[in-house]
């Protein structure tokens, strides 16, 4: 169908028509017309695994590594399948729109949805967006490229005003999004932020650059709820207003449009748009799209095991790994994220994937039959209770392991119960007359003590232990941002001691209100055990093994979107832990689980960290690949990280009267690392594999012409003894500059494999892009002629060669 056919289908809807598909129909799906054979089509939240369009932990969905992992794969055709790998997802869930990638940047390490966003820099973020766009939309499935833009914190992220030069947006946080149009992504999301004065749904910068410069084509959606007024959005280029019915359009825009206030064109250029996405993804009744996902789940879990090893940050290795299975007879293994990793972050991406390959389930898999693998938890981590499961809880009706939810009415009858597997229920069923969601279950608690029980939820909830009300209270809400209210409200806990040899009935209500959601959790905890007989405990399992993998990794209370972090420590006792164990077994492996940057004191105390961001499903299967050999870590890192949050260039992101000034700048992530003279713990860029690489010789041209590509290559040497893969990095300087730059910056990267003792030539492409400039006097792109630097080398921080790049003007 063409363009011509696009405008015939406007031109047969009258105005009500036109306007009713401008919002959503539901929360996840858009407005359907029969009249021109257009059909709802389905939106879903990744970009870690596609949910589909419940809450429902029944509905299982294969979990990707977290974003932060992906950005450290520094490989686009990896990317590139994962991206297929989404869209399979949505194809068997029948979604028609991935909301992912999110393309915001790692501006602070203290960013709540940091393990959301791939990097901190904007050259490698819009490429590793790119690829995972093309990935996706390749099979029929529409991506979208979010938030439009400068969000890139969570305090006050519902109405933050961000403060932004236009060459710093252009040049950094606009940069990622121009890649993804570039890359032919179908969607973007307006985010809830505002820039410069206004909110991003009614924002200038829709227009320009995005639909204007860049020549936009797709559907720009606003982020779930951000929508707050009915004509500057429209005036201001949004096309679509999720989720729905009921939002600021609908009968307000059509009475606009009437008086005169919106012109009538300006929705048929919307309509026009949303059919062009239905053109894309097969929603016309013409061009229905394949229906049958491309991945099995052995071919999911085998690229999952492998994205898991590629993207694994050695960061610090003395000689420890890899682990040759033979020359071990016991491994210690030990932390609580060993047996519970965290698999994903918390809020909007979360997934409910089927299986999770634990570090230890990896690990033991492994050495099964040649060697023997202890698990000591050591200290507890002093967080709130987890939601309820299948472990000791079982429904008190079908006795099925789980718990039952009832809806109960006014007078506290039953009007709807279902068995379900979880304590947290996010979308309970919706029974118009109900009025109290109940969770309940039989515990049979595996330990006596003084347990932790937790409900969240907002307004009246109460929780009873065998019938003894041990919680009543009103909970207020007091936000509007979505994902506190329907993903993640806060927990109220009450300490209550049990018995394990008495199992006793738990019941959690919570009344539903208006306007608070209906996310309803319930959680408890064990007590936790005395730190010191844990620690020491730990200690004698490592000081009695060959080996000690230690794993130690953040919580789904600081890691979560609605929230930024407040510092980067391990939190709980695990730095104490990680000191103890290496202090009486120096083959110790601290792997981090975490997703964004955490401070790592004890760095120079063991044989070796790696980092394993938030793995996804197969979290175990690609670490025990990578502890033994069988694969290289093969990630870089996205994103510098700092021994001490002190050090780092943004500290916080805590708006002023709203305001949130980006006052580094274009010094973003290395760049304002070189700009402070401060030496991270490690540089953007920087990774270990298993093999060494000797630098041979380096081609660079001495000449290039404004506006013109270069190539740099690169002929580098496996010299160990493993095949490997190594990054080459190409950086940029231009100390004569007559305007500011960074210190330098990223330019672009080629990686190479290569077989012990080869020699492969690694081509670096420089896109004419990354010499220009923004001028904010000119409001145009520039190119300053003259002496530019070229820097080759293995991080931001670890240069191997430089050399002189002379441009000419064109
Ligand atoms: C998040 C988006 C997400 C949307 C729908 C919002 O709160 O910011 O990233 O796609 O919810 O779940």
């Not at 001691?497 to 209100?513: C, F, I, K």
Request: proline share 7%; net charge negative.
């Amino acid at each position: 169908m063409s363009e011509d056919m696009l405008d015939r289908l406007v031109e047969k809807l009258d105005l009500v028509q036109k306007v009713r598909l401008l919002s959503g129909a539901t929360t996840w799906r858009t407005a359907g017309e029969p009249a021109i054979g257009l059909r709802e089509m389905v939106t879903s939240d990744g970009p870690a695994g596609v949910r589909g369009e419940a809450w429902d932990e029944r509905l299982t969905s294969a979990l990707l590594p977290s974003a932060s992992a992906i950005g450290a794969l520094w490989d686009e055709g990896l990317t590139e399948e994962l991206g297929g790998l989404l869209a399979s997802e949505a194809v068997r869930k029948g979604v028609d729109v991935v909301l992912a990638p999110t393309l915001n940047l790692h501006r602070t390490p203290l960013g709540g949805r940091h393990f959301e966003c791939f990097s901190e820099d904007p050259v490698l973020t819009g490429r590793t967006g790119a690829a995972l766009i093309r990935g996706i939309q390749a099979a029929g499935v529409a991506a979208t490229a979010k938030h439009y833009v400068a969000n890139d914190s969570e305090t006050g992220r519902m109405h933050v005003d961000v403060r932004a030069s236009e060459r710093v947006l252009r040049e950094v946080y606009l940069a990622p999004f121009e890649a993804a149009v570039e890359a032919g992504v179908w969607l973007v999301m307006a985010g809830y932020n505002g820039v410069n004065g206004a909110t991003m749904t009614a924002n200038p910068l829709l227009a320009e650059p995005l639909k204007g410069d860049w020549g936009f084509d797709g559907v720009v959606v606003s982020d779930w709820g951000a929508l707050r007024s009915t004509r500057e959005p429209a005036l201001a280029a949004l096309d679509l207003a999720m989720p729905g019915p009921q939002g600021p359009w609908e009968v307000l825009l059509v009475q606009a449009v009437e008086d005169g206030h919106v012109p009538e064109a300006a929705v048929d250029e919307k309509v026009r748009r949303l059919l062009r996405l239905a053109l894309r993804v097969g929603a016309l009744e013409s061009n229905r799209r394949p229906s049958a996902p491309a991945f099995g789940s052995d071919e999911t879990r085998t690229l999952l095991r492998r994205t898991v090893a590629a993207g694994s940050v050695l960061l610090t290795n003395r000689g420890v790994l890899p682990l040759a299975p033979a020359s071990v007879r016991k491994v210690a293994v030990i932390g609580v994220h060993a047996g519970s990793p965290r698999v994903q972050g918390g809020g909007s991406a979360g997934v409910f994937p089927a299986r999770v390959v634990t570090p230890l389930d990896g690990i033991r898999a492994r050495l099964d039959g040649l060697a023997q693998v202890v698990h000591v938890p050591g200290p507890g981590l002093g967080v709130p209770p987890a939601p309820l499961g299948t472990g000791w809880c079982s429904d008190p009706r079908s006795g099925k392991p789980g718990v039952l939810v009832r809806l109960l009415d006014e007078a506290g009858r039953e009007l709807h119960a279902e068995h379900r597997l979880s304590g947290t229920q996010l979308e309970p069923p919706v029974v118009p007359a109900a009025r109290t969601v109940e969770i309940s279950a039989l515990l049979r608690p595996p330990a006596t003590g003084e347990w932790t029980f937790a409900v969240a939820g907002f307004g009246r909830m109460s929780l009873a232990l065998g019938g003894r009300t041990v919680l009543d209270g009103e909970f207020p809400c007091t936000t509007d941002d979505p994902a506190i209210v329907h993903v993640n409200p806060p927990r109220h806990a009450v300490r209550a001691t049990v018995d394990s040899t008495e199992p006793v009935l738990l019941t959690a209500r919570r009344e539903l209100v208006p306007g608070a959601g209906r996310a309803t959790i319930v959680a408890a905890a064990p007590p936790e055990p005395d730190a010191a007989a844990a620690l020491a405990e730990a200690v004698r399992a490592a000081r009695d093994a060959d080996a000690v993998i230690v794993v130690v990794g953040t919580t789904e209370h600081t890691e979560t979107e609605g929230h930024d972090r407040g510092d980067l420590c391990l939190g709980g006792h695990q730095d104490a832990l990680v000191r103890a164990v290496a202090a009486v077994n120096p083959r110790t492996i601290a792997v981090v689980n975490s997703g964004g940057p955490v401070e790592l004191p004890w760095r120079d105390e063991v044989g070796a960290v790696l980092l394993t961001w938030f793995p996804g499903q197969e979290a175990g299967s690609g670490l025990a690949d990578v502890l033994f050999g069988d694969a290289e870590p093969g990630g870089r890192l996205p994103t510098t990280w700092a021994a001490s949050l002190a050090d780092a260039p943004v500290t916080h992101a805590r708006p002023v009267d709203g305001r949130l000034a980006y006052d580094d700048g274009i010094h973003i992530g290395h760049r304002a690392w070189l700009r402070t003279g401060k030496e991270p713990a490690y540089w953007f860029g920087h990774g270990l594999g298993y093999t060494g690489w000797e630098y041979e010789a380096i081609h660079a041209p001495d000449e290039a012409v404004a506006g013109s590509p270069f190539t740099v290559r690169v002929q580098v040497r496996n010299t160990g003894s493993r095949p490997g893969r190594e990054v080459v990095q190409v950086y940029l300087a231009r100390p004569q500059s007559t305007v500011e730059r960074p210190a330098r910056w990223f330019a672009g990267y080629a990686a190479v494999h290569a077989e012990p003792g080869a020699s492969v030539i690694a081509a670096v492409r420089v896109p004419a892009h990354a010499l220009r400039h923004w001028s904010d006097t000119e409001k145009a792109w520039r190119t300053e002629p003259g002496t530019y630097q070229i820097m080759v080398g293995r991080s931001a921080g670890d240069l191997a060669w430089e050399g002189a790049l002379t441009l000419r003007a064109v």
